[in-house]
């Protein structure tokens, strides 16, 4: 019998979200990312006209750094709010996925802040041409992006044998 000496449940690779589901995350969370674009843009669309600025649309599209701004206002949102409050985005949540620690727990915000602003670098998204669809995101804020269910099945046995051989 092996007498189970970790301290904390460490992440393991057969847990790890495959890169059919990590490509599915990108598909789906884009498509939310870009719902939640067009509804702010039409929120601010609107505060500009009721405050008389009638060429608020000819301009947004001629100021680059504006949409930008809404851009990485609108990425910001979106991971953060949904990350940190749920270890899930959408696409997540649809693949029953999860973002955690080494340890299979949630992150912390600023670990969730590292890997939202990771996710503006351009060309982040090469950094997943690899063997473990872990991209930079990922590495950086040392996070893993895990089966929801696996998970909570690995932890369960693993403190469960802590527990038995810690009673011995």
Avoid at 22 to 45: E, G, K, S, T
Avoid at 74 to 102: A, C, H, P, W
Avoid at 113 to 131: D, H, Q, Y
Wanted: charged fraction near 20%; glycine fraction near 4%.
């Amino acid at each position: 019998m092996q007498v189970n000496t970790q301290r904390q449940f460490q992440v393991t690779e057969d847990i790890l979200a495959t890169p059919q589901q990590r490509m599915l995350h990108l598909i789906l969370d884009n498509i939310a990312q870009m719902f939640l674009y067009v509804i702010v843009f039409l929120v601010a669309n609107e505060i500009a006209e009721a405050n008389g600025n009638k060429d608020f649309i000819s301009g947004y599209l001629k100021n680059d750094i504006l949409q930008y701004t809404f851009y990485t206002f609108v990425t910001l949102f979106y991971y953060n709010v949904f990350e940190i409050f749920t270890g899930q985005t959408f696409g997540k949540l649809v693949t029953q996925t999860v973002v955690v620690t080494e340890n299979g727990e949630k992150p912390h915000h600023e670990v969730i802040l590292i890997r939202t602003l990771i996710r503006l670098v351009p060309l982040e998204f090469i950094s997943f041409f690899g063997p473990l669809a872990r991209g930079w995101h990922d590495m950086f804020s040392k996070t893993y992006v895990v089966k929801k269910w696996e998970l909570e099945q690995k932890k369960q046995q693993f403190y469960a044998k802590k527990t038995s051989y810690g009673a011995n």
